[in-house]
């Protein structure tokens, strides 16, 4: 399994960022996906998720309105397109494959992944 993700860097307060995540290695059309992100001195947090079919999507309260989730199961991708970024998003965000086929729901334990990618920094500030 390997989780690349890419679009991460420095934006403006209320600017925007497109990540996307390149899976391969496992049937991707069976398992949901996440993305979760580590702030500098905290713990990973999740932030966003979709099922895997694609028509699901639970976010974090803090999110919800200014990401989008989606993924691509003919490319194997997942996406998380980010508007009127804050200070506070600044993290290093993860895209991560949930461990149990077709196992979802919201604010899952990190626990349920098996795999992670390696992370892109994400740095809001003006």
């Known amino acids: 399994v390997q989780l690349v993700e890419s679009g991460g860097g420095l934006v403006e307060p209320g600017g925007s960022l497109r990540l996307s995540c390149a899976a391969s290695?496992?049937?991707?059309?069976?398992?949901?996906m996440s993305w979760v992100r580590q702030a500098p001195g905290k713990g990973r947090e999740w932030v966003a998720g979709?099922?895997?079919?694609?028509?699901?999507?639970y976010y974090v309260t803090f999110v919800k309105g200014r990401f989008t989730i989606s993924r691509d199961n003919v490319k194997n991708m997942v996406y998380l397109q980010m508007n009127n970024l804050k200070p506070s998003d600044t993290a290093v965000y993860y895209c991560?494959?949930?461990?149990?086929?077709?196992?979802?729901?919201?604010?899952?334990?990190?626990?349920?992944?098996?795999?992670w990618g390696h992370g892109t920094q994400v740095t809001v500030s003006s």
């Open positions: 290695g496992f049937v991707f059309t069976d398992y949901a």
């Open positions: 979709v099922n895997n079919g694609g028509a699901n999507k």
């Open positions: 991560a494959k949930w461990t149990t086929r077709g196992r979802f729901y919201s604010n899952p334990s990190l626990d349920e992944y098996d795999h």
